[in-house]
Structures are given as structure tokens and as C-alpha cells.
């Protein structure tokens, strides 16, 4: 069983930046991919960001050239990196990650983290 801990959300200014985190702990066997996803209120939840174990990273549209998604395997943590945030990026962010066992694929979700772009 895996446990995904997200910290990072904040209220913050049209234009500012925030740094979101999410460690991953517990029996861990191997963890593929790891992402980002969002959900603002009365919308779906949307895909933001997510990285392989390799590096290979993918975007939504809406935040390409804003958002940066990282990851330090030997840690088990992924980092998702926003500048020149927009209120429309308000939303509960929330880490996934995707683990490969002998017994099977498994998914895991945080429990979010709330990101507020305001003046």
C-alpha cells in the first residue's frame, strides 16, 4: 500500500508562483508515472502535469510554459512547479501515482491539496 502526501497549496496573487509536493510512502515497489491532476468547483477533474520514472514529462495545454513537473525517484516525491499563476488555476490539486507490482498495476491519489489564485 501506498500513501501519497501532498503539501504545498496556498492563496496566492494573480502572477505569483507556488511550489506543490507530494512524497510517496509506505511498501512501495516500483512507481511509474506520477501526476498532477486538478479539480475546480463545478468542473471535472482535469489532468495537469505528469512525469515518468525516465523523466519523460507531458502538460495540459492550458499551463504549458507556466508549470514545471519534476520528480526525485530516490525519494518517491514529485514536485510541480507554477509560475505566472492565473486565478482560473484555482482549483484542489491533487498527486497520483501509478505503481507496478508482481501481483499487478495499482493507483493511488492524495487527498489534495487547495491552490487559491486571488487578489
Known amino acids: 500500500q501506498v500513501q501519497l502526501a501532498e503539501s504545498g497549496g496556498d492563496l496566492v496573487q494573480p502572477g505569483g508562483s507556488l511550489r506543490l509536493s507530494c512524497a510517496a510512502s509506505?511498501?512501495?515497489?516500483?512507481?511509474?508515472?506520477m501526476g498532477w491532476y486538478r479539480q475546480a468547483p463545478a468542473k471535472q477533474r482535469e489532468l495537469v502535469a505528469a512525469?515518468?520514472?525516465?523523466?519523460?514529462?507531458n502538460y495540459a495545454d492550458s499551463v504549458k510554459g507556466r508549470f514545471t513537473i519534476s520528480r526525485d525517484n530516490a525519494k518517491n516525491t514529485v514536485y510541480l512547479q507554477m509560475n505566472s499563476l492565473k486565478p482560473e488555476d484555482t482549483a484542489v490539486y491533487s498527486c497520483?501515482?501509478?505503481?507496478?507490482?508482481?501481483?499487478?498495476?495499482?493507483?493511488?491519489w492524495g487527498q489534495g491539496t487547495q491552490v487559491t489564485v486571488s487578489s
Open positions: 512525469i515518468t520514472s525516465g523523466g519523460s514529462s
Open positions: 509506505g511498501s512501495i515497489f516500483s512507481i511509474n508515472a
Open positions: 497520483n501515482a501509478e505503481e507496478s507490482t508482481p501481483g499487478g498495476e495499482y493507483d493511488y
